[in-house]
């Protein structure tokens, strides 16, 4: 088995080494905050017991439930049999890529191919195959050193994990095959800015009240724990919002919005952290689903893409590595149960279909969900005024499962189990428990219920107003003798670093 990897190895040294060293191109989400779920976690820990021990050596942390649970449902808590499901890792991408990239290094049957990189895929000529087929045989590669210099690697399969910057789909449609995308633009970018907890201090506890990750409407944040004191933030905001969108790329502005929020100012406290990088950018955000199985097509044999280069939802929701991992061992267990090319890309998208297709569905309601309300936030409207009887209904239930979630133990436990993706989403409305208690909700009254909704931070415009102050407080400001203005240039997606180690 070959591995045709874009990226070198980590440097040498440990995962600190990687994330502050390490030219991961291939990935330009490497140094993003990333969630790392129940379902990950749930296959790493039944398949891989010895490449978890290998993480948590490296500083990774398994956090479970009961660890998770707020503060004001800790008297309810019981526990249940499935709750060993849900547990996260929490570390950096560079703390798992780089004791990942070592793990499998190791294994005798693979090599890993850095001298080239894949310019095309390789398919059988028409006069060697059955009608209506089309048959991939290997890979064109160029020399990363003289572009001139071209070889071929032939395969019995090839496995497209190139993730949202394949080409595969445009190499494979060019020979003939049917190839459709779904894809949707969730409108938004997002800035993430590293820190480092100060030498014995200890992360902010959970304030129920005031959580670290939230949606203010015109902008969402969150805290992403890692390993080694180290965290991060994201701040994500619609594309329209312009001067917030130029804000966010100021070291000064960006901690200035952060305090803003209560429920992440204690993590930046200049008594508590210190940045260890600058902000940093990813656009180019879009739901897409690429489907290579059709019956009205060519059928196309011996290929399969998986992770993002088959499906990609939103990064903000922290799915990308589980239904990755997930998506793979599907495609290992198809593998191993058929031996009939054309029968195993049937069987690939039935399963994809039957588990993957449920989360990116239900991911890019969300994203919609969210551009309506920048949207409506933007422009001074309101989404709450329903214009029928089962508009009501629907916002009420909306509204009585956000309450219910807030103060009932079993119904937080329900959603953990969607957010962890131990389950198909919105799977555990169908307990009648929890639907007699939303039920139950939904008679106090939706402007009650409403309520929970609310997360503290700066109205929009207040936002704004706190922005243009600062920002005429630094153009006045005298700069100190010998120091230059730090203005940040950070291109979405070319991400240039400013690192502290």
């Not at 920048?374 to 214009?387: C, F, P, S, V």
Request: glycine share 6%; charged share 25%.
């Amino acid at each position: 088995m070959t591995l045709f990897e874009r990226d070198g190895p980590p440097p040498e040294g440990d995962a600190e080494q990687a994330f502050f060293n390490w030219q991961r191109r291939g990935a330009a989400q490497f140094r993003h905050p990333h969630a790392f779920l129940g379902l990950m976690c749930n296959l790493l820990e039944k398949n891989y017991p010895d490449l978890l021990q290998e993480l948590l050596t490296a500083g990774a942390r398994k956090v479970g439930f009961e660890d998770m649970v707020p503060g004001h449902l800790l008297s309810q808590y019981q526990p249940e049999p499935n709750d060993d499901q849900l547990w996260v890792l929490m570390c950096r991408r560079a703390t798992i890529e780089t004791v990942l990239r070592r793990y499998v290094e190791r294994e005798a049957t693979l090599t890993i191919a850095n001298t080239t990189y894949v310019t095309d895929v390789l398919v059988e000529e028409k006069d060697a195959q059955p009608a209506n087929t089309l048959t991939t045989i290997g890979l064109e590669l160029t020399d990363r050193q003289d572009a001139n210099k071209k070889s071929q690697h032939l395969a019995d399969i090839i496995i497209d994990a190139t993730g949202r910057a394949g080409k595969f789909n445009s190499w494979l449609g060019a020979k003939g095959a049917k190839v459709t995308e779904e894809r949707d633009d969730a409108e938004i970018v997002y800035y993430t800015r590293h820190y480092r907890l100060k030498p014995g201090v200890e992360e902010p506890k959970r304030d129920s009240d005031n959580p670290s990750a939230g949606d203010l409407g015109y902008l969402k944040y969150g805290v992403f724990p890692g390993d080694n004191g180290h965290f991060a933030l994201i701040i994500c905001i619609h594309n329209d919002e312009l001067e917030l969108r130029q804000a966010v790329k100021e070291p000064g502005l960006f901690d200035a919005i952060c305090n803003s929020i209560p429920g992440i100012k204690p993590w930046i406290s200049k008594d508590n952290a210190d940045a260890t990088t600058d902000p940093f950018g990813i656009g180019q955000i879009h739901a897409v689903w690429r489907d290579y199985v059709h019956n009205d097509g060519p059928k196309l044999l011996n290929f399969f893409a998986v992770g993002d280069a088959a499906s990609r939802t939103n990064p903000l929701y922290g799915r990308g590595c589980s239904t990755g991992t997930l998506h793979a061992h599907i495609l290992a267990d198809v593998l191993a149960a058929n031996e009939d090319p054309w029968q195993r890309a049937l069987a690939f998208k039935q399963r994809t279909e039957a588990e993957i297709r449920p989360i990116f569905d239900a991911s890019l309601t969300e994203d919609k969900r969210g551009i309506r309300r920048a949207n409506a936030t933007r422009k001074g409207e309101a989404l709450d005024k329903a214009k029928s009887l089962k508009k009501w209904f629907t916002l009420a239930f909306g509204d009585a499962l956000v309450a219910a979630a807030r103060y009932q133990l079993h119904v937080h436990r329900g959603i953990m189990r969607t957010v962890n993706l131990v389950e198909k989403p919105g799977e555990f409305l169908k307990d009648p428990k929890i639907r007699n208690t939303i039920f139950r909700y939904m008679l106090r009254g939706r402007k009650r219920n409403a309520k929970a909704r609310i997360q503290a931070g700066l109205e929009r415009q207040e936002m704004l107003s706190m922005i243009s102050h600062l920002t005429r407080q630094n153009a006045k400001a005298p700069l100190p003798a010998g120091e230059t203005m730090n203005r940040t240039n950070n291109a979405i997606d070319e991400q240039p670093l400013s690192l502290n180690a």
